[in-house]
């Protein structure tokens, strides 16, 4: 780990950050306004019902890592709690889109290059709400394949060490192989399937020190492939 974290700051950091977001919340914009350089968008997407709590923390430690690869790198968080997004229903998926139509011209956007999938693990697989999103995502394959190309990767934290996290990530990314995305996992030195978290009680995952480190990697790997795809060289490479 980059550095030692102690739950008070790590949660802290972490809701300060969240809480002065929207539905479509954003984080500070991490690049300089005074950048001549096209700005690339990576955001990250809380699947978990719970607003704010460790899936958040989670993505916050991701989108932080992607920042330090490059100032051209701006991160935003998304919360899905909150959000009216219906069950999938493909004999009418207008009806059932509910507060997912909001999220459609976003995403779709040219200046997002990545998305980063945060779910909580329940019974070995994601979230409702993450699947609710997933299915909701036949818009983006109706619409010319607007995220194809885009780089994605997974974070899931479950209750346990070994509480499912890698079935769960797994998961989310077939969905997200079905929109031509370039899915990685989190990047050297931990480069697994992606970023496996434990939050062991209590909501804390700041002692999960190498949970941690596979949410920073992630995010790292994340702009790292972003910024090969659009002709960007890293200072951190």
């Known amino acids: 780990m980059d550095q030692q974290f102690t739950r008070r700051k790590f949660m802290g950091a972490a809701g300060a950050a969240i809480a002065a977001g929207t539905a479509v919340g954003s984080l500070p914009s991490t690049a300089s306004a005074q950048t001549s350089e096209k700005l690339l968008q990576i955001f990250g997407i809380n699947c978990s019902p719970r607003a704010g709590k460790t899936t958040a923390a989670a993505l916050k430690m991701a989108l932080d890592g992607a920042a330090e690869i490059s100032p051209q790198i701006e991160t935003r968080l998304i919360e899905?709690?909150?959000?009216?997004?219906?069950?999938?229903?493909?004999?009418?998926?207008?009806?059932?889109?509910?507060?997912?139509?909001?999220?459609?011209?976003?995403?779709?956007s040219t200046k997002v290059v990545g998305i980063i999938l945060g779910t909580p693990v329940y019974f070995s697989n994601m979230s409702s709400l993450c699947k609710a999103f997933l299915d909701h995502c036949m818009a983006f394959r109706k619409n010319q394949f607007a995220l194809s190309g885009k780089v994605a990767g997974v974070i899931a934290v479950g209750g346990a060490r070994n509480g499912g996290q890698e079935l769960t990530i797994q998961s989310v990314q077939a969905a997200l192989l079905c929109q031509e995305m370039i899915v990685v996992g989190d990047g050297k030195p931990t480069a697994h399937t992606g970023a496996t978290l434990w939050n062991r009680a209590d909501d804390d995952i700041s002692t999960d020190e190498f949970g941690l480190s596979t949410a920073r990697n992630l995010g790292r790997r994340i702009a790292e492939v972003a910024l090969q795809i659009h002709g960007a060289k890293s200072p951190k490479t």
């Open 80 to 108: 899905l709690a909150g959000m009216n997004i219906g069950v999938f229903n493909p004999d009418n998926p207008a009806a059932s889109q509910g507060d997912f139509k909001n999220l459609v011209p976003v995403l779709s």
